[in-house]
């Protein structure tokens, strides 16, 4: 063993001395430079082509299929395209949460923001390498219309549609080509090359007549073609608890994620109960009534709120968390850093 070391150390000695020489050797050099060059491009070409590749392969459904608890978000188009750097500064900080995916809104009937749902959704998937799921609403679309915008979707290598009937826009025309969602979701699927996501409504959708039709009108969209759902957001886990059961025993098991909206001031609540008609049970509602005033105290409130929501879902079992961020990255990396070890211990088990 020592008459081996020994000669290793004279041999190693001997080609340090050799190599020294050698290094003089200015051919010998650039050699050397253009072997680390290569070395170096190696090294980044298979590091970012693993992610690329990695990330091409998913559709949500397929996310779906690989993990138990899907973390996704959703953003908004800037009202003016003028302000379209802002969303790229959002979507970045939004990015180091490590979304499974990004939705992008449309707005009612296309309007203002259309065009830039796609390039947004476009821009998260192509530049950000986040899966992206851009929304599109059908009330005030004829079809010539909807095929234009899927060819968009298809020619931005969009591969994810929410399918949605939209609001009504008093000052848009209703060509009644499209009367509901699941008449876009068979629209989209006979389109093809989508994977495509409905909206669901925990509490029925405020236009329902029952929560029974509501869910019968679910499965339409289903059957239709949608291979999973978000849902409006809620603040009472029980209902989504109660509406899961419903669905269940509608025979729907695509997956379901749970919508979740941090409220962090006075003026969303005020929209929020006014649009989207959630109720607001007691603990939220004293929450409000006690830190209306003060905003700090309401944000930190408002954020407790949300991530015991998101753990009880979880510890639950639920598909996945859609989180609204209302485009606030702060709110979404705070709730991010609370809820991480609860959901990386979902997706391990
Ligand atoms: P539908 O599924 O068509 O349901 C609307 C009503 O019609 C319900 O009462 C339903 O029970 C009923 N219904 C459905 N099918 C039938 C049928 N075959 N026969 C009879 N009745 C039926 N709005 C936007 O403008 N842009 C967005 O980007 C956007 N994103 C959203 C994302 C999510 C996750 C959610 C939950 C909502 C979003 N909305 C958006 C709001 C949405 O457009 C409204 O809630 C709208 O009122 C309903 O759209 P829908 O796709 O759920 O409609």
Redesign the pocket.
Known sequence: MIILSTKYVISENEERTAFAEKSKDPAFQICLGICFAFCCQMRYTITYSTKIQGFHVMKISEIFQTKKTVFSM?V?PPKQSSKIDTIYDTIERLGDTNPDFI???????GTGTGSL?AKIASDIKNTYHIESIA?????HSTRAQATEVLKEFRDMGIENV????????PELPVPGEF??????TQFISDFGGFDI?????PE??????DLT??????R??IDAGATH?????FFDNNDFYAFLERAKLAGINVPI?A?IMPVINKSQIERMVST?GASLPRKFAHMVSRYENDPEALFDAGIAYAVDQIIDLIASGVDGI?L?TMNNPRVAHIIYTRIKKVLEASNKA
């Open positions: 959703e908004f939705s992008v809104t449309y707005g009612a009937g749902t929304h599109l609403t059908a009330i929410l399918a949605l009937r939209g609001d009504l826009h009367q509901h969602a699941s008449d876009l996501c409905g909206a669901c409504y029925g959708h405020p236009e329902s007549a039709s509501d869910i019968i009108n679910m339409t969209k759902l978000i849902s409006q957001l994620e919508g989207c859609h609204y």
